[in-house]
Nanobody, 127 residues
């Protein structure tokens, strides 16, 4: 199993940027898919982006394509979510998630497909 802890949330004005971090530990990440989800008040948790640690295959939600970028620091076992051109509709609690995955195909995009979750970090984008 793997443990994930998010950080980096905060308040930012529309058009601004923010970088979230997800520190992973517990097991080697070479056989895991890593993902970011978000949940706004009164709404279901929704997919943001995911990638396979093993082969780098990545898939983004349409709502964040061109604005958000996922990256990793292999030495620190840390995943980042760089968020640019933020909009008020990006306001949500952002969660880091992981699941066992050997790669070869795009990582999963559904909440139920991820076994390990962080505690969430709040991102608020003001108008």
């Amino acid at each position: 199993q793997v443990q994930v802890v998010e950080s980096g949330g905060g308040l930012v004005q529309a058009g601004g940027s923010l970088r979230l971090s997800c520190a992973a530990s517990g097991r080697t990440l070479s056989s895991y898919a890593m993902a970011w989800f978000r949940q706004a008040p009164g709404k279901e948790r929704e997919f943001v982006v995911a990638f396979n640690w093993s082969d780098g295959l990545t898939t983004y939600a349409d709502a964040v394509k061109g604005r958000f970028t996922i990256s990793r620091d292999n030495a620190k076992d840390t995943v980042f979510l760089q968020m640019n051109s933020l909009k008020p509709e990006d306001t949500a609690v952002y969660y880091c998630a992981a699941t066992e995955r050997f790669g070869g195909i795009l990582p999963p995009r559904r909440v139920a497909q991820y076994a390990y979750w962080g505690q969430g970090t709040q991102v608020t984008v003001s108008s």
